[in-house]
C-alpha cells in the first residue's frame, strides 16, 4: 500500500462527529456560528441540521458520512489548496469530498461571504 492509500483509508475511517466539534471550535474562533457550519454542510451534503445531529449521535466515519451523502452538483466548483494539495486535482473521490468540507471550512473561518463560500451566482 503506498503513501496515498495509507493517507486515503486513514482519513476515510475518521469519525465525522470526532472532526465536527474541530470544524466548530475553529469557525466560532473567527467569530462564525454553528448555524453557518450547518448550512455549509448542509449545501456540500443534502444533510439537514436534524439528520447532522443524527449523525453526531451515531459517530459513522467520513466513508459512512459521505456514502450517504447527495453531493451538491456545485461541489465541483469548490477549488484551492487544503493541506498543500489541489482539491480539483484529488484523484480518490472520497478523499475529495472530505475534502472539500475542510476547504468550505477553510473559507468560512477566513471571513467569506456565505454566497461565495456556496459558489451561488452572483446576480446583477
Known amino acids: 500500500m503506498n503513501q496515498s492509500n495509507k493517507h486515503d483509508g486513514r482519513i476515510a475511517n475518521l469519525s465525522f462527529a470526532e472532526v465536527y466539534p474541530l470544524y466548530l471550535a475553529k469557525i466560532e474562533r473567527k467569530g462564525r ?21 443524527k449523525f453526531l449521535q451515531s459517530e459513522p466515519t467520513f466513508a459512512e458520512f459521505f456514502k450517504a451523502a ?4 456545485s461541489a ?6 487544503i ?4 482539491v480539483e486535482l484529488i484523484a480518490n ?3 475529495q469530498k472530505i475534502r472539500y468540507l475542510d476547504k468550505l471550512v477553510d473559507e468560512l473561518a477566513k471571513g467569506k461571504k456565505m454566497e461565495s463560500i456556496l459558489r451561488e451566482p452572483i446576480l446583477e
Open 76 to 81: 465541483e466548483l469548490i477549488k484551492g489548496s
Open 33 to 53: 456560528s454553528k448555524k453557518e457550519l450547518d448550512q455549509v454542510i448542509e449545501w456540500l451534503t443534502g444533510f439537514d441540521s436534524h439528520q447532522i445531529k
Open 93 to 95: 473521490p472520497l478523499t
Open 70 to 73: 447527495k453531493l451538491n452538483p
Open 83 to 86: 493541506c498543500g494539495v489541489r
